[in-house]
Nanobody, 124 residues
Framework: QVQLVESGGGLVQAGGSLRLSCAAS????????MGWFRQAPGKEREFVAT????????YYADSVKGRFTISRDNTKNTVYLQMGSLKPDDTAVYYC?????????????????WGQGTQVTVSA
């Protein structure tokens, strides 16, 4: 089992920044690819960013490319999502997820472990 706990969400004005953290415990973190997804009210959960086990490969949704950066620190069992130039459309619950494989993936159903989510609200 892998337990994931997100933190760092909150209320921010448009144009502002936030950094989300996801702390992992349980089975080996460093061998797993990690991802961030988000879900806005009334919408399906969507892919935001993913990072391979080593951090060498990252992918982003087109909607956040150039504004968000995913990173990880395997010594701290933590993955981060640095969010900048935030827009009201970024308002959602953000979820951290862990794969059982090392390679990064955009696909929701390839992640076996999920955190409880952290709310990000961007005001206009």
């Amino acid at each position: 089992q892998v337990q994931l706990v997100e933190s760092g969400g909150g209320l921010v004005q448009a144009g502002g920044s936030l950094r989300l953290s996801c702390a992992a415990s349980g089975r080996t973190f460093s061998n797993r690819a990690m991802g961030w997804f988000r879900q806005a009210p009334g919408k399906e959960r969507e892919f935001v960013a993913t990072i391979s086990w080593s951090g060498s490969t990252t992918y982003y949704a087109d909607s956040v490319k150039g504004r968000f950066t995913i990173s990880r620190d395997n010594t701290k069992n933590t993955v981060y999502l640095q969010m900048g130039s935030l827009k009201p459309d970024d308002t959602a619950v953000y979820y951290c997820a862990a794969r059982t494989r090392q390679d990064a993936s955009r696909w929701y159903d390839e992640y076996g472990y999920w955190g409880q989510g952290t709310q990000v609200t961007v005001s206009a």
